[in-house]
């Protein structure tokens, strides 16, 4: 079972920056995988933020593009989120989740629905 940890939230003023980490484990070896951001708002829906696959194709959420970078490193088993000019609307809970064995389509990639592993969360708070 593919456990998922992350870590890197907390308070900023606007215009800063954090770096959101994200440890996996138990995981099985994959031709195919893929892992991914999303955040959730208090009475808002979850919302893809970024992905990346085995492949290194990288998407963003219009909201983030430019100002957020997804990467990884395979020899620590680590997802990154680097956010820069952090903006109040970007306040939430951020959670990483990943899917392997199967491709995921282009246009699905920012949907929950296309991933079965999630970690527990951290919290990400911008103020003005």
């Known amino acids: 079972q593919v456990q998922l940890v992350e870590s890197g939230g907390g308070s900023v003023q606007s215009g800063g920056s954090l770096r959101l980490s994200c440890a996996a484990s138990?995981?099985?070896?994959?031709?195919?995988?893929?892992i991914a951001w999303f955040r959730q708002a208090p009475g808002k829906e979850r919302e893809g933020v970024a992905t990346?696959?085995?492949?290194?194709?990288?998407t963003y959420a219009d909201s983030v593009k430019g100002r957020f970078t997804i990467s990884q490193d395979n020899a620590k088993n680590t997802l990154y989120l680097q956010m820069n000019n952090l903006k109040p609307e970007d306040t939430a809970m951020y959670y990483c989740?990943?899917?392997?064995?199967?491709?995921?389509?282009?246009?699905?990639?920012?949907?929950?629905?296309?991933?079965?592993?999630w970690g527990q969360g951290t919290q990400v708070t911008v103020s003005s």
């Open positions: 990346i696959d085995s492949g290194g194709s990288t």
């Open positions: 989740a990943a899917e392997g064995g199967k491709y995921i389509s282009w246009w699905a990639r920012l949907l929950p629905t296309a991933y079965k592993s």
């Open positions: 138990g995981y099985t070896y994959s031709s195919y995988y893929m």
